[in-house]
């Protein structure tokens, strides 16, 4: 079976859903857990493609975090070897800084919930199996505040402009976490208080995230038509 690498920076933000989906496309994952001290691989000679995942740190936390560096420079290797990438939210945020944009804080503040997000023109060619308008669930402060030269912005919402962008037909970046379980998003409120307490226009309360939670959770099945295009490039790199 193909092996795809998959960078982890937090215990609670795994692969979720993610995971039966690569199994069921006959894929192994090796998981490195990046908090926990695992390395960031120097060759990605035996991989199919890469994969980041999300994290409570900003991607210019290189001084608390020296694995960031070690990222951003994998990346740019995954780019330049034609290797598909896919990021979640500080993932998709990494792919964006390493190949020449900038992240910042979220000018509408922190989104956290669920958000209704919109495909862009550009975004309904790149998933035509995917509605225009599909909620999803958010967990960021900061955001892609400009892009990759030749990106193609997919989808954004009036709290994010960009939430999820292309880079040539390899590279998939999203800001939202349609990988997320029920089981994660109640980890995630649980561990987050001081953020939930802040209060703010896209900060959603915790009952309202929590009251249809199986509802949309299983509304996110149809989410993972998202990765469709992706895995395509994939399957042609095994």
Not at 15 to 39: C, I, K, M
Not at 222 to 229: D, G, I
Request: charged share 15%; with cysteine.
């Amino acid at each position: 079976m193909a092996t795809i690498l998959v960078l982890q920076h937090h215990p609670d933000e795994g692969l979720g859903s993610l995971a039966p989906l690569l199994t069921g496309h006959g894929y192994n994952f090796d998981l490195r857990e990046l908090d926990r001290g695992d390395p960031v691989p120097t060759s990605l000679a035996r991989y199919a493609a890469l994969i980041l995942m999300g994290g409570p740190m900003s991607v210019q936390d290189e001084a608390e975090y020296p694995y960031l560096h070690a990222e951003k420079s994998l990346i740019r290797m995954a780019a330049d070897d034609s290797c598909p990438i896919l990021g979640h939210c500080l993932g998709a945020q990494l792919i964006n800084v390493a190949l020449g944009g900038t992240v910042a804080r979220n000018p509408s503040g922190q989104e956290l919930g669920w958000w209704p997000v919109a495909l862009t023109t550009e975004g309904a060619t790149y998933w035509p199996a995917v509605n225009s308008e599909l909620l999803l669930f958010h967990w960021h402060g900061e955001h892609c505040a400009t892009l990759p030269q030749d990106a193609r912005v997919l989808a954004y919402n009036a709290a994010t402009p960009v939430q999820g962008f292309a880079l040539g037909d390899k590279i998939l970046a999203l800001q939202a976490h349609p990988e997320v379980t029920a089981a994660q998003i109640q980890r995630w409120i649980d561990g987050n208080a001081a953020d939930l307490a802040q209060g703010g226009e896209y900060i959603q309360p915790v009952a309202k995230m929590l009251g249809d939670l199986d509802d949309n959770c299983v509304g996110l099945a149809a989410a993972a038509a998202l990765y469709r295009p992706w895995l395509e490039q994939v399957e042609r790199r095994r």
